[in-house]
T-cell receptor, first 117, second 112 residues
Framework: DGGITQSPKYLFRKEGQNVTLSCEQN?????MYWYRQDPGQGLRLIYY???????QKGDIAEGYSVSREKKESFPLTVTSAQKNPTAFYLC????????????????FGPGTRLTVL | KQEVTQIPAALSVPEGENLVLNCSFT??????LQWFRQDPGKGLTSLLL?????REQTSGRLNASLDKSSGRSTLYIAASQPGDSATYLC???????????FGTGTRLQVTL
């Protein structure tokens, strides 16, 4: 079954802790994305990667970090510098990134709900 | 900066009705316009993608239209069913990296 998996489904973080959210895809997609969703707000882009070993900041990258060492994996670390990390985090992928991709839809994982204790 | 607005924020209709969801965007220089469905506590499911050169796309009971010059898209749902109850999100694809800017969604409830 092809798709995007995210783990864990629920995550609890103590003040001052770094936590890492996992995102894996077996769709052979080049581009991957991380979004944050807060109640009453649209999804906001945190980081995106168009190809392995390359990634760019999105609109709200402060307090987050990513890596893209493998095509199928794009983990997101929420650092202690992120002041309000409680949110629903969604990972997505698409066949291609960049200007070649106007026909490419984004496929989303099931999400991770992060709560700060 | 692209801004996407969806009206209404919530909508309740009886089963069988046809309905229209609205999406507006401020920057007409888009690559595409995508509609997604989100069930409570779940990820997004892609419904339709309209390229900037297209006027509409259809899938089953769903029809999405795009008018770039006026900055509007609509999602038409025919013969609504209780299983259509969900939040519907539109997103405008802009920039050089196929970045999506999302609206806040319309929460649809279809009642028996």
């Amino acid at each position: 079954d092809g798709g995007i998996t995210q783990s864990p489904k629920y995550l609890f973080r103590k003040e001052g802790q770094n936590v890492t959210l996992s995102c894996e895809q077996n769709l052979n997609h080049d581009a991957m994305y991380w979004y944050r969703q807060d109640p009453g707000q649209g999804l906001r882009l945190i980081y995106y990667s168009q190809i392995v070993n390359d990634f760019q900041k999105g609109d709200i990258a402060e307090g987050y970090s990513v890596s893209r060492e493998k095509k199928e994996s794009f983990p997101l670390t929420v650092t202690s510098a992120q002041k309000n990390p409680t949110a629903f985090y969604l990972c997505a992928s698409s066949t291609r990134g960049g200007t070649q991709a106007p026909t490419d839809t984004q496929y989303f994982g099931p999400g991770t709900r992060l709560t700060v204790l | 900066k692209q801004e996407v607005t969806q009206i209404p924020a919530a909508l309740s209709v009886p089963e069988g009705e046809n309905l229209v969801l609205n999406c507006s965007f401020t920057d007409s220089a888009i690559y595409n316009l995508q509609w997604f469905r989100q069930d409570p506590g779940k990820g997004l499911t892609s419904l339709l993608l309209i390229q900037s050169s297209q006027r509409e796309q259809t899938s089953g009971r769903l029809n999405a239209s795009l008018d770039k010059s006026s900055g509007r898209s609509t999602l038409y749902i025919a013969a609504s069913q209780p299983g259509d109850s969900a939040t519907y999100l539109c997103a405008a694809g802009t920039g050089t990296a196929s970045k999506l800017t999302f609206g806040t969604g319309t929460r649809l409830q279809v009642t028996l």
